[in-house]
C-alpha cells in the first residue's frame, strides 16, 4: 500500500512570495489533515478534511493561508504571502473512518524556509 | 485552549532499561491517545494507540492510560539506541480537535 506523498520536499522563497503544496493521501482514506511543525516542537493542525469537506480549520491563519480538497482526493495547502515565521515542515496525513481509533499516517513533509 | 504536555527531555537510559515516557492533557472530553516517534528529519510514525483505561502492550512497548488523572504515559522495554528519537503524544476527542504535545526527546546509551 502506498504512503502518503507530499511535494515538493523542500522550497526556499522570500518573504511576501507565494508558495503551494500538494497531497495525495493514501487510497481510501477520508480524512485528510493538514500539520504545521516549527522546529522543535509538535505538530499544530492546521486543517482537517473529511472527503471533500472541512471538518477544523480553526488553527489555519486565513488571512494568509487557504487549503482545499477538491474532489475529496488530493489537497493543496497555500500561503500567500509568506512571512518569515512561516518557516517550518508542513506535514500531511490521512486517516481512514474504517480506523476507529483515528490513526493518522504522515506523508514525508516540505521543508519551507522563508527568507 | 487545548494542551497536552510532554517532558522535552533529553531522556538518557542505558541500552537494554526501561525508557518511560510521560504525557498529560488538559481536555476531559479527549477519547483517543496516540504515540509516535520521529527521528531527526522525518516525519512521525504511529507507534501505538490506546482508547481505554490501562495497559495495552505491543511487543517492547506498553501504552498505559489513566483517564481520571489525564494521564497517558508509553513504556519502552529492552531500549535500543534505534529507539532514539522524539517521541510525540498525541490526543483527539472522536477524531477532532487532534492535539500533539511537544515532544519528549530519548537519548538510548550504547
Known amino acids: 500500500e502506498a504512503g502518503v506523498a507530499q511535494s515538493p520536499r523542500y522550497k526556499i522563497i522570500e518573504k511576501r512570495q507565494s508558495v503551494a503544496f500538494w497531497c495525495n493521501p493514501i487510497?481510501?482514506?477520508?480524512?485528510l489533515y493538514w500539520y504545521q511543525q516549527i522546529l522543535g516542537q509538535g505538530p499544530k493542525l492546521l486543517i482537517q478534511?473529511?472527503?471533500?469537506?472541512?471538518?477544523?480549520d480553526s488553527q489555519l491563519p486565513k488571512d494568509r493561508f487557504s487549503a482545499e480538497r477538491l474532489k475529496g482526493v488530493d489537497s493543496t495547502l497555500k500561503i500567500q504571502p509568506a512571512k518569515l515565521e512561516d518557516s517550518a515542515v508542513y506535514l500531511c496525513?490521512?486517516?481512514?473512518?474504517?480506523?476507529?481509533?483515528?490513526?493518522?499516517?504522515f506523508g514525508p513533509g516540505t521543508r519551507l524556509t522563508v527568507t | 485552549q487545548k494542551e497536552v504536555e510532554q517532558n522535552s527531555g533529553p531522556l538518557s537510559v542505558p541500552e537494554g532499561a526501561i525508557a518511560s515516557l510521560n504525557c498529560t492533557y488538559s481536555d476531559r472530553g479527549s477519547q483517543s491517545f496516540f504515540w509516535y516517534r520521529q527521528y531527526s528529519g522525518k516525519s512521525p510514525e504511529l507507534i501505538m494507540s490506546?482508547?481505554?483505561?490501562g495497559d495495552k502492550e505491543d511487543g517492547r512497548f506498553t501504552a498505559q492510560l489513566n483517564k481520571a488523572s489525564q494521564y497517558v504515559s508509553l513504556l519502552i522495554r529492552d531500549s535500543q539506541p534505534s529507539d532514539s528519537a522524539t517521541y510525540l503524544c498525541?490526543?483527539?476527542?472522536?477524531?477532532?480537535?487532534?492535539?500533539f504535545g511537544p515532544g519528549t526527546r530519548l537519548s538510548v546509551l550504547p
Open positions: 490506546i482508547y481505554s483505561n
Open positions: 478534511f473529511q472527503n471533500n469537506g472541512v471538518v477544523d
Open positions: 498525541a490526543v483527539n476527542n472522536y477524531g477532532q480537535n487532534f492535539v
Open positions: 496525513a490521512s486517516s481512514s473512518p474504517a480506523s476507529a481509533d483515528y490513526e493518522q499516517y
Open positions: 487510497s481510501g482514506h477520508a480524512t
